[in-house]
């Protein structure tokens, strides 16, 4: 009868322990996984830290005045060397799309200044805002140059959303003439925020898609 109840008493403890082996077992499991989960994250967050961490070029208004018949325009803000864009942003909370403004002039002449004004003013009262870029001219054969001063004007812009108050995913291009051929190619490009373009004149072929000086690429049509 003894040895009975002591042979019970071993197989209970036995249960007991098997329990709490399991427990631990998952226990283990459990932190194992978590552990994994956290080298997980700890990875996509390494990856993805240094794209977010990008710099910006600093900001710096040169001209707080403006110049403009427009009240509120900042201007002479230099974004790459010295090429520099003019800025206007509606007041109050609300944030509208910005338009970005390239000039014409054929490659080789006019400025953020020239030729704009009425554009510019337009955009102002629609309830737009709006930044009016200078870039490197040349003619034909520096289209290349011309449109990476565009991409990085856009870019720069896009950096400095919050402290400029807009939305960096909500940039509208507006080029005249040779500037349409430098939004449209850039539109092609699915530039990050950029969501469309609007193209006073320019180069296009006989079925109205955006030509380019050196070819902006099919899908989108002229209107």
């Known amino acids: 009868m003894t040895w009975r109840r002591n042979s019970q008493r071993l197989h209970e403890r036995s249960n007991v322990a098997s329990v709490f082996r399991r427990k ?23 990856v993805a830290g240094p794209a977010s961490a990008q710099p910006c070029a600093p900001l710096q ?18 974004y ?3 090429l520099a864009f003019d800025a206007y942003v509606q007041q109050g909370s ?7 403004v390239i000039h ?8 953020r200044v020239a030729h704009v004004g009425q554009i510019l003013e337009t955009l102002t009262h629609a309830g737009y805002n709006w930044f009016s870029l200078d870039y490197r001219l040349g003619g034909p054969g520096r289209f290349d140059d011309s449109l990476s001063d565009v991409r990085t004007a856009v870019a720069f812009i896009r950096c400095h959303a919050g402290e400029l108050r807009i939305d960096a995913n909500r940039i509208v291009l507006l080029g005249e003439d040779s500037g349409a051929q430098l939004a449209g190619s850039l539109l092609t490009e699915r530039s990050p925020g950029v969501i469309g373009a609007v193209l006073i004149g320019g180069i296009y072929d006989g079925e109205g ?4 000086i050196r070819g902006a690429g099919a899908g989108i049509r002229a209107g």
């Open 24 to 46: 631990d077992v998952a226990v283990a499991r459990s932190q194992l996984t978590a552990g994994r989960i956290l080298l997980i994250v700890c990875g996509v967050l390494a």
């Open 61 to 78: 208004v040169r001209n707080p005045a403006g110049n403009y018949f427009i009240p509120g325009v900042k201007g002479d803000i230099p």
């Open 209 to 212: 898609n955006v030509a380019g």
């Open 80 to 82: 790459s060397g010295d």
């Open 94 to 100: 609300a944030r509208p799309p910005s338009v970005v």
């Open 104 to 111: 014409g002039g054929g490659g080789t002449s006019g400025s």
